[in-house]
């Protein structure tokens, strides 16, 4: 099912906290892979800094038709540069661009983690990684 919706579905909003205890969003486009999803960001985007900083973030991915969503809490990690260039390929593919477009961008991921069935409905999705 996840990984299906987020194929579907690849816009979502990105939530980090910066550095005075502030929430921060940004609008990102995201990929499912493995038990993880991922994304390219500029090295100097704010949210790139705060994720170095307090990797704990939140992630939403919302269809409006039909109405349904992936709601994330999980940790953050910039990706090496061997994993990085093993996903290049495959999140350009996944937003329509070319390999060349993310050149100067950092890799990142987040484990999904385990999916809440106590807040889970039929049309919202929850997935919590703890790091444990």
Do not use: C
């Amino acid at each position: 099912m996840m990984s299906d919706f987020i194929k579907k579905h690849v816009l979502g909003a990105l939530a980090v906290v910066d550095e005075y205890g502030r929430p921060y969003n940004v609008a990102l486009h995201f990929s499912h892979v493995g038990d993880k999803l991922v994304w390219f960001s500029s090295p100097v985007a704010r949210h790139s800094h705060y994720i170095a900083q307090r990797p704990a973030v939140s992630v939403v991915i919302i269809s409006s038709d039909p109405k349904e969503a992936v709601y994330v809490e999980t940790l953050a990690h910039k990706l090496d540069d061997t994993e990085r260039e093993r996903l290049l390929h495959h999140h350009a593919g996944v937003m329509g661009v070319s390999p060349d477009t993310l050149d100067a961008w950092d890799a990142y991921a987040a484990p999904l983690g385990d999916k809440d069935e106590r807040k889970s409905t039929k049309s919202s999705h929850y997935y919590v990684y703890t790091g444990e």
